[in-house]
């Protein structure tokens, strides 16, 4: 049976915040009692994302990050999510498929992904925030300010491949960054809770909308209006255009 330690570390490295994180376990363990441990996580990816929705932050948002950040940060939810499923827990492409709602294929892309763009945040924020005799990255400390960017995060890290005195920082923290990451001790999940009642629990799990035991499906377009918006626009300006173009071909 999984762990609470093991849904806690889960959830607190998609959402990563503490005060989010606390709510989120006890909700998603009072959600998940009967569950399996594949189910358990459904609960906890679903539960994390609806969180991050309610902040208005999508799972497959690109943030940008301070110069500070941890290179985590860097990442969407759904890069967090399958990174720490795969490396931290141990799940196959296939479980983590079923745990986050997509295909293998989004999977195998996003544990890809998230790899080299945590590797790469690490990198970019590692020339950020230490002296350097390179002209480019002194020039970059005065003109990029206090957030990176993914694009400035590639610039960064491109650079750096090709200098001969930042080639070094490159080579040690990609070789260091993912391994880090896997052997983080796994956090405990602290005791001192608050039960959630019996009452509580019903309307968590009427919330959760669970179908045999695993969360329902939204679907990106539906998950996140911007997308929904964006689409819905799309096909607005394509009707039109269809309209314009068989009232002149009718008025010929």
């Not at 045999?212 to 499906?217: L, N, T």
Request: hydrophobic fraction near 40%.
């Amino acid at each position: 049976m999984v762990k609470p330690s093991d849904i806690y570390d889960f959830i607190t490295s998609v959402v990563l915040d503490v005060e989010v994180s606390n709510q989120t376990t006890v909700e998603t363990l009072a959600i998940s009692e009967d569950l399996s441990d594949l189910q358990t996580f459904a609960v906890a990816r679903a539960e994390s994302f609806r969180q991050m929705r309610a902040r208005n932050v999508f799972a497959f948002d690109i943030p940008v990050i301070p110069i500070d950040a941890d290179p985590v940060q860097a990442l969407t939810l759904m890069e967090r999510a399958v990174l720490s499923l795969s490396l931290r827990h141990k799940y196959s492409d296939v479980e983590i498929s079923k745990i986050v709602d997509e295909g293998q294929k989004v999977v195998g892309r996003e544990l890809k992904e998230g790899r080299k763009n945590m590797a790469r945040a690490a990198i970019s924020l590692a020339l950020m925030n230490n002296p350097s005799k390179c002209p480019v990255v002194n020039s970059a400390h005065q003109t990029l300010g206090s957030r990176l960017s993914r694009a400035q995060q590639m610039h960064l890290v491109t650079h750096s491949a090709e200098c001969s005195i930042c080639v070094n920082i490159l080579r040690v923290v990609d070789k260091q960054i993912v391994q880090d990451y896997i052997n983080a001790p796994v956090l405990n999940y602290p005791e001192n809770f608050t039960q959630i009642k019996a009452e509580e629990k019903a309307k968590l799990i009427e919330r959760a909308a669970l179908k045999d035991g695993w969360p329902k499906s939204y679907g990106r377009y539906f998950e996140n209006p911007r997308v929904s918006i964006r689409t819905a626009t799309i096909f607005g300006l394509a009707s039109s255009a269809l309209i314009a173009i068989g009232l002149y071909l009718w008025s010929k």
